[in-house]
């Protein structure tokens, strides 16, 4: 059926979950703190459509969810306890006009090929708020990382939509949210990070972050080599060791809330 994933073409977002095993369940546990600010979001919605659902990450549990994605190899993933997740794409949801009193779209927008028609199938399915977890690459000089790998800001400026842009699809009305990062945060973003940034140094930390999959390898040892290097010598701790117990970073997450 067009614009179903089959079994030859099981991804259609600019990263591809099926080739590769990116320890995502482990890496990227969804962080409560994160969690209350999405499901806040939703408002008093009980039936709520996740778009890009992955393996389920931030769903809420006390409300009818339908799950969409397209990759088999994340739809394996999702957890015993979720419902299993219908096998479509976001530029063509399989449902009626406003059957849905919200939708979710949590880290996903920005690996859709047509975000305006995904935007405007999200739209005709919903009739209430749609919520939207992503980054605004303008903010990403906040984080030490961009000094560090600035192959790292080139790609998520290519990947990420501009805020702005991703308002003006909703039709020109969204509240803009920053959300802060927790320093204990259970969800391995980069800016997780911010303040145990041996960890980044972790291979099955980054592979769980789909950005190194667009950096160069070259790339990434300069980056591994030159954190690695001032970490060892405290150059790190001295310009940035106050991150380690910073409690929370404000860094490029955002919420994009477009209620109707
Ligand atoms: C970074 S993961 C996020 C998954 C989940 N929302 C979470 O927060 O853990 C991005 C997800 O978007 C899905 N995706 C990619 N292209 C898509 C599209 N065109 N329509 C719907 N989902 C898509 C991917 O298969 C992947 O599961």
Request: contains cysteine; charged residues 25%.
């Given at each position: 059926?067009?614009?179903?994933?089959?079994?030859?073409?099981?991804?259609?977002?600019?990263?591809?979950y099926?080739?590769?095993?990116?320890?995502?369940?482990t890496?990227?546990?969804?962080?409560?703190?994160?969690?209350?600010?999405?499901?806040?979001?939703?408002?008093?919605?009980?039936?709520?459509?996740?778009?890009?659902?992955?393996?389920?990450?931030?769903?809420?549990?006390?409300?009818?969810?339908?799950?969409?994605?397209?990759?088999?190899?994340?739809?394996?993933?999702?957890?015993?306890?979720?419902?299993?997740?219908?096998?479509?794409?976001?530029?063509?949801?399989?449902?009626?006009?406003?059957?849905?009193?919200?939708?979710?779209?949590?880290?996903?927008?920005?690996?859709?090929?047509?975000?305006?028609?995904?935007?405007?199938?999200?739209?005709?399915?919903?009739?209430?708020?749609?919520?939207?977890?992503?980054?605004?690459?303008?903010?990403?000089?906040?984080?030490?990382?961009?000094?560090?790998?600035p192959?790292?800001?080139?790609?998520?400026?290519?990947?990420?939509?501009?805020?702005?842009?991703?308002?003006?699809?909703?039709?020109?009305?969204?509240?803009?949210?920053?959300?802060?990062i927790?320093?204990?945060?259970?969800?391995?973003?980069?800016?997780?990070?911010?303040?145990?940034?041996e960890?980044?140094?972790?291979?099955?930390?980054?592979?769980?972050?789909?950005?190194?999959?667009?950096?160069?390898?070259?790339a990434?040892?300069?980056?591994?080599?030159?954190?690695?290097?001032?970490?060892?010598?405290?150059?790190?701790?001295?310009?940035?060791g106050?991150?380690?117990?910073?409690?929370?970073?404000?860094?490029?997450?955002?919420?994009?809330?477009?209620?109707?």
């Amino acid at each position: 059926m067009p614009g179903q994933p089959t079994n030859t073409r099981l991804s259609e977002g600019d990263f591809n979950y099926e080739s590769r095993d990116v320890g995502y369940t482990t890496y990227r546990r969804p962080d409560p703190r994160i969690a209350a600010r999405i499901h806040a979001s939703l408002g008093e919605a009980r039936g709520v459509l996740n778009v890009g659902a992955g393996a389920g990450s931030y769903e809420p549990t006390d409300r009818y969810v339908v799950a969409v994605e397209p990759s088999a190899s994340m739809r394996s993933k999702r957890p015993r306890h979720l419902s299993p997740a219908v096998a479509a794409f976001a530029q063509s949801i399989p449902f009626d006009d406003g059957v849905f009193d919200a939708a979710m779209l949590i880290l996903t927008i920005h690996q859709w090929p047509d975000k305006v028609a995904g935007l405007r199938e999200v739209r005709r399915v919903t009739r209430g708020p749609i919520v939207i977890l992503t980054f605004d690459w303008r903010a990403a000089d906040r984080f030490w990382l961009a000094e560090y790998s600035p192959e790292h800001v080139r790609v998520e400026s290519s990947r990420f939509p501009e805020i702005d842009s991703l308002v003006q699809w909703l039709g020109g009305h969204a509240r803009v949210e920053e959300v802060p990062i927790p320093l204990d945060c259970t969800d391995g973003v980069t800016e997780a990070y911010y303040g145990r940034p041996e960890r980044m140094l972790d291979p099955a930390v980054r592979a769980a972050q789909s950005v190194w999959g667009f950096v160069e390898p070259a790339a990434i040892s300069r980056f591994t080599e030159r954190l690695g290097a001032d970490l060892a010598s405290g150059a790190w701790d001295r310009r940035f060791g106050h991150l380690r117990t910073q409690p929370e970073f404000h860094g490029a997450m955002r919420l994009v809330i477009a209620d109707r």
